[in-house]
């Protein structure tokens, strides 16, 4: 069974910064994909996304602000988050995809005041 756990949400100013962590509980070279979407009003939007090659992919909201990296060794996936605006006030949950199956973790709250 996946797990996937996320870390690093809370509740910040504008203009500031968070980093969030996904912890997997298997190597992370195994998903042919990782990364980070974002729920609000009922949606869920993909924020940030990185191939097991090392490509990414940014929502155009998150590009120049959001950099998505990993930590091989740790199993860890990571978000860093900048230039933080009310906007981006959501549910964020990390995302990991192999052989056509997703999983999910179970969300961590970013909240952005203004």
């Known amino acids: 069974q996946v797990q996937l756990v996320e870390s690093g949400g809370g509740l910040v100013q504008a203009g500031g910064s968070l980093r969030l962590s996904c912890a997997a509980s298997e190597s992370i070279f195994d998903f042919s994909t990782m990364g980070w979407y974002r729920q609000a009003a009922g949606q869920r939007d993909l924020v940030a996304r990185m191939?097991?090659?090392?490509?990414?992919n940014y929502a155009d909201s998150a590009k120049g602000r959001f950099t998505i990296s990993r930590a091989h060794a740790q199993n860890t996936v990571y978000l860093q988050m900048n230039g933080l605006k009310p906007e981006d006030t959501g549910v964020y949950y990390c995302?990991?995809?192999?052989?056509?199956?997703?999983?999910w973790g179970q969300g961590t709250q970013v909240t952005v005041s203004s």
């Open positions: 995302h990991a995809n192999r052989l056509s199956r997703n999983y």
């Open positions: 191939t097991v090659g090392g490509s990414t």
